[in-house]
Nanobody, 115 residues
Framework: QVQLVESGGGLVQPGGSLRLSCAAS????????MGWYRQAPGKQRELVAT???????NYAGSVKGRFTISRDYATNTVYLQMNSLKPEDTAVYYC?????????WGRGTLVTVSS
């Protein structure tokens, strides 16, 4: 059974930085993608960034140049370095693991950007 455990959320001032981590455990075979989605209050869940097992990355336009996704393949851990945070980045951030055709989600970690 695959499990995803996130950490690193919290309260940060505008312009600050946070680093999210997500460790995947369980049996994971084959080509897959890991990444982060977020959901702000009253809004739909949206993609933030993904990284494939071949190290291809994809970012939402709103975070390009500010967020960096990386991955430790030995430990199946994905990271999201978030810099120059804005109040509109406030959301619950969910870790994602896609192993076609299945998709797995973490429970989420809250990021609040406020002065």
């Amino acid at each position: 059974q695959v499990q995803l455990v996130e950490s690193g959320g919290g309260l940060v001032q505008p312009g600050g930085s946070l680093r999210l981590s997500c460790a995947a455990s369980g049996i994971i075979f084959g080509t897959n993608a890991m990444g982060w989605y977020r959901q702000a209050p009253g809004k739909q869940r949206e993609l933030v960034a993904t990284i494939t097992s071949g190290s291809n990355t994809n970012y939402a336009g709103s975070v390009k140049g500010r967020f960096t996704i990386s991955r430790d393949y030995a430990t199946n851990t994905v990271y999201l370095q978030m810099n120059s945070l804005k109040p509109e980045d406030t959301a619950v951030y969910y870790c994602y693991l896609g192993v076609a055709p299945a998709a797995y989600w973490g429970r989420g970690t809250l990021v609040t950007v406020s002065s």
